[in-house]
């Protein structure tokens, strides 16, 4: 489980911080960034510093959220850290789509536990980072002191894969209190309802469709109690060219309809915005605010 | 000289138009980028809006620093445009190294009017900057009244080639008080003195180097009146790989002594910060402050 050091550069008041260790979820080496905020670095801050968990959607390494996302200034101003975890398994000998789509296989896990062959081998992007991730960054990190709490006082993002990623990991977790707080910018909130949602079940886990309700956040929100009240925001661009067919976001509002989810579920039409970082970059200020209240920091 | 707009896309208050054009300058369709901050949406601001243009380093085109340098939120806070113009001519029938190097040739314009065969037929961007796309711009957003000002309050900054580009730029064209300020990071002060410099002025400009002097930064410093007492801004990382060998910002310095520039060059180090966007997007605040002053916004 031993960490390496690929790249530590400034960024803000921080450092971004890229990394890969050995994943016994995945079996692969598995790629991480991990922005340490100003804080971290202030040795007069005592206080342990909470984490952000972001899910970068399809296609996406730990690279582009690091960019272009532009978390680091939020970071800094309430005091998270933040953690890019990939999209996938990736390597030698890790399947992939046969006919090497983009939304499916390498760099697009969809963050599940995946039962069916050749993917059942590499493909537990769920237990990766809801799991294992966590634990590992915690060990490498506080060794000496706890400075940073990858595990405890954490809350989670993401986008389009990952802000279903996100949904579904936050709801599944939830009596645990496993994060404080849960948002997503143009989610995928109902994958068993749409196409990059169908393709990617049935090839993790496959033709079953019960097995696939356990990962969709529209029936998560049916079966699952909001015990502490919690507000789960989203926003999603009007001129997102998924909007329609893949994101569907009316589909949560009605799932929680009659459960404790109703009128919870905050979800924000962004007038013009796509499915870019332009979009995203955009909202991550609301966003960051929203899980610094989650997380104490204000 | 008509413009086409490729794409137009909300970004934080405003909007990113991506258009392309013939120039006359380049004889090429040239690409360029440009943000107009939310104060251009808003019928009740009716003073014309300023513009800072924005010079990128080697390899870019205008989307990298439209994607991750995020002057966006800075331009909607004091109400300024931006304009990414790109780094050189591009398409069919435009040379290009021979050895298809990264730093010469298409994508490393160097901003000057070639005049060595095969370059001086495209190679004028120069003359397209400075010259060629500010009238462009306005002659086609300006139609009906003077909402924004892409010729007279106007400043200009850049990164690495960019940076070098944007300080030749204002100090040749001082007399006539073109730009209201300039910045620059991690610019190459002195090409005339390092490899990347001596590659591109010998290329594009020949042997004499007499030709180089009127584009590099550090000669014009000695030979430019500093006519209204201006300050350049420079931001330079300490862990940037380049400082030594290309950026050198310590000679721009020494070739202010003397001279009405010296102690109007803030050259600030900035520890631990190399050459990529997380340093550039970390200083573009401190940067957008200083223009927004010399364009009366604050």
Chains 1, 2 share one sequence.
Request: net charge negative.
């Amino acid at each position: 489980m031993s960490i390496t050091i690929n790249k530590e550069l400034a960024s803000c008041g921080g450092r971004l911080i890229k990394l890969s260790h050995e994943s016994i979820s995945t079996h692969t080496k598995m790629d991480v960034n991990i922005y340490l905020p100003k804080q971290f670095y202030d040795d007069t801050h005592s206080a342990p510093i909470p984490t952000l968990y972001y899910l970068s959607g399809l296609t996406c390494s730990p690279e582009n959220a690091s960019e272009k996302a532009f978390w680091q200034p939020q970071a800094d101003k309430y005091g998270f850290a933040v953690v890019f975890p990939d999209t996938s398994p990736r390597g030698e000998g890790v399947a992939t789509d046969p006919e090497n789509s983009w939304d499916f296989g390498i760099g697009a896990g969809f963050y599940v536990n995946a039962t069916e062959s050749p993917y059942v081998k590499h493909y537990h992007m769920y237990d990766y980072v809801h799991k294992e991730l966590p634990v590992v960054l915690n060990d490498h990190f506080n060794k000496a002191s706890k400075r940073v709490d990858f595990t405890e006082n954490i809350s989670i993002t993401g986008h389009s894969m990952g802000g279903y990623g996100a949904l579904a990991g936050f709801l599944r977790n939830i009596s645990d209190n496993k994060y404080k707080s849960c948002s997503a910018f143009a989610p995928i909130v109902n994958p068993s309802a749409v196409l990059w949602g169908e393709k990617a079940f049935s090839g993790y886990l496959g033709s079953d469709k019960s097995t696939w309700l356990e990962y969709d956040p529209c029936e998560l929100i049916k079966k699952t109690e909001n015990i502490k009240n919690s507000i789960l925001l989203i926003h999603v661009g009007t001129n997102d060219p998924f909007l329609k067919n893949q994101l569907k976001p009316e589909n949560i509002l009605e799932a929680s309809k009659g459960t404790s989810w109703e009128n919870k579920i905050d979800v924000k039409l962004a007038v013009g915005f796509d499915h870019s970082y332009y979009f995203i970059s955009t909202f991550v200020p609301e966003h960051a605010e929203f899980h610094a209240k989650a997380l104490g920091l204000i």
